[in-house]
């Protein structure tokens, strides 16, 4: 007589486990720039925000609400370029860029509920899920800013500070006066890195010749 799962299990007999299916490689990066409108984003209380157009200039700054605004724009400019809109921001685990355990719940609640009011303007503006791209803190860091990954928050702000205000003068045009905070410059890394991402280029492919 055949046992059944449940009779197996219940005096104890292992039973042999289908194999593990490998995981699926992440897409490589490309050589040329994707073709597409990118809103880099890196939600925070004050989000730092930067929008590339295919040319590559890019208009950036950081804001505490109006959201909306930011995606609408970004839409007519993607139908403007007649290239599709993809949006790519910042998310995070424990381990990335909080290192004092007594902060961790309140900072990682924080930064939930300033990606949920980008993430409800993407909604309300019609933005759709598989244009939205999301990137782990030292995933762009790794390939952007490079250099030893076991900097302090100081320093990582520090150097993307100076990444971005080097760009600043040439291919940039900033929304304000008020001088460059961490997270705009956070937002223009993550730009740099959208530019040539494979999982942005995966995205372009998926949304055709949809625009944005």
Known sequence: ??????????VGIKLPTKPKRPKKPPPLDTYVANDCVI???DPA?????????????????????????IVDAAIEAAEKAKRPLIVVAEK?????RIHDRRMRAATLLGLGAA??????????????????????????RAKVLGGP???TTE????????YAQLRAHSQIKRNTSVPMQDDEADAICIAFW???????AEAVKKAGRRYP
Request: hydrophobic fraction near 45%.
């Open 1 to 10: 007589m055949q046992l059944t799962v449940a009779q197996a299990r219940a």
């Open 39 to 41: 809103l880099a984003i």
């Open 45 to 69: 209380k004050v989000s730092g925000y930067c929008l590339v157009l295919p040319d590559h200039r890019m208009w950036t700054g950081a804001i505490a609400e109006s959201q909306v605004a």
């Open 92 to 96: 995070w685990t424990t381990g990335d």
């Open 115 to 140: 990606w949920e009011r980008w993430r409800a303007a993407l909604e309300s503006s019609g933005v759709p899920r598989s244009r939205v791209v999301r990137v782990n803190v030292a995933t762009w």
């Open 149 to 151: 990954m076991n900097r």
């Open 155 to 162: 320093e990582w702000k520090e150097a993307s500070l100076r």
């Open 194 to 200: 959208a530019m040539h991402s494979g999982l942005v």
